[in-house]
């Protein structure tokens, strides 16, 4: 999913102080390459020369270390650097299908637990795979086709030539704006909005995807700007709220199913989270949650479920109906076809398909 400027820290964050992998300090590779060495101080006239220093014998250097480290990464050769072990997306996942098995993300799901992709112009190659993507397990894809009011996939007449009759499970989202709605106009918006949105559905997938279309929460009045009268306010975050429920409503209407609403932890908090209680009920009651939350360095690989952030509640829905646990999945796959692009990776429980199914 495509997130916005701040969105980088669900469950974690990154230093800026740090150079080099994944935030690691005090060795030389992490230095600041900006900052230079100390200037030598100026020879008095008159003073005796300083006897010359011996220069020190260059060291040979250290041969690479054949040890396994445990990653779940490929190992480095002839120059090739490996995939980083966490970035602002979350851990890297790799996935691998010589054991047969599915990640342990996939399986806290389930046995028979779906997995799947959600892919923009941003974050997935002009060029896609179906064929790897079945061969590793993958049954359905979420594509990005408009935001605010403007279509936005760059790539997606090409995903669909590739992806249209691959036996995948095909879906929309649409990434909302809620920031630009007012009290006495967010039914126009949304009004308008959805309507982009189902011309691009009609365009694309026949107008009838395989399950319920998506509507993406990252933004609203909120955040770090604030902007007023509303602002991170209780009134900003009803009207954030209205203009979603409006959305739903008209998705709801014109394609028979509850939409999914795409969030996470830290946009409930900036966009949402003061909201009127009641409010948020009938929003969670109007809609089924693609909950967003991602393994970092602190909490490992999360192999147990999403946990719903420091809250410990998925509020104002009771659980996920989709959990994308990776912004940052890799397919061994395609790395070995020198193709390192990475993916959204998201689990669905089997038995949640029939509900979201049109």
Not at 162 to 180: T, V
Not at 317 to 339: A, H, N, R, T, V
Request: hydrophobic residues 30%; proline residues 7%; positive net charge.
């Amino acid at each position: 999913i495509e997130m916005m400027a701040g969105s980088s820290n669900i469950n974690g964050g990154s230093s800026k102080s740090s150079f080099g992998s994944c935030g690691k300090k005090g060795s030389s590779d992490c230095e600041d390459p900006r900052k230079g060495g100390k200037k030598p101080k100026a020879q008095k006239v008159g003073a005796p020369a300083p006897a010359p220093v011996p220069k020190a014998e260059k060291s040979k250097p250290k041969k690479p270390s054949k040890k396994k480290t445990g990653k779940e990464v490929p190992s480095s050769k002839k120059g090739k650097k490996a995939l980083p072990k966490c970035n602002s997306r979350g851990r890297t996942i790799l996935w691998k299908t010589s054991d047969g098995e599915k990640p342990k993300q996939v399986q806290a799901y389930g046995s028979n637990a779906l997995f799947g992709l959600d892919i923009s112009g941003w974050n997935s190659p002009k060029k896609l795979k179906p064929d790897v993507f079945k061969k590793n397990g993958v049954e359905f894809i979420i594509i990005k086709l408009t935001q605010g009011m403007n279509t936005s996939n760059k790539f997606i007449t090409e995903h669909m030539n590739l992806l249209r009759n691959s036996g995948l499970l095909l879906a929309p989202y649409h990434f909302s704006s809620a920031q630009h709605s007012r009290e006495n106009n967010f039914k126009r918006r949304a009004q308008k909005e959805i309507d982009i949105f189902s011309r691009e559905i009609d365009k694309h997938m026949n107008g009838k995807p395989d399950f319920t279309p998506s509507i993406d929460f990252e933004s609203g009045h909120g955040g770090r700007k604030h902007p007023k009268p509303y602002g991170l306010t209780p009134r900003g975050h009803n009207l954030n709220v209205r203009f979603h429920l409006e959305l739903a409503r008209i998705l709801r209407r014109r394609y028979g199913k509850r939409p999914l609403v795409y969030t996470a932890n830290w946009a409930r908090g900036s966009y949402f989270s003061k909201a009127d209680p009641e409010l948020l009920a009938e929003f969670g009651s109007e809609t089924f949650v693609w909950w967003a939350e991602y393994a970092r360095s602190s909490n490992k690989y999360l192999t147990t479920g999403p946990l719903g952030g420091k809250g410990r509640s998925f509020r104002p829905w009771p659980d996920p109906d989709i959990w994308q646990f990776s912004g940052s999945g890799q397919f061994e796959d395609l790395y070995k076809q020198k193709m390192k692009a990475s993916f959204d990776f998201n689990a669905m429980k089997r038995s949640k398909l029939s509900k979201l199914r049109l």
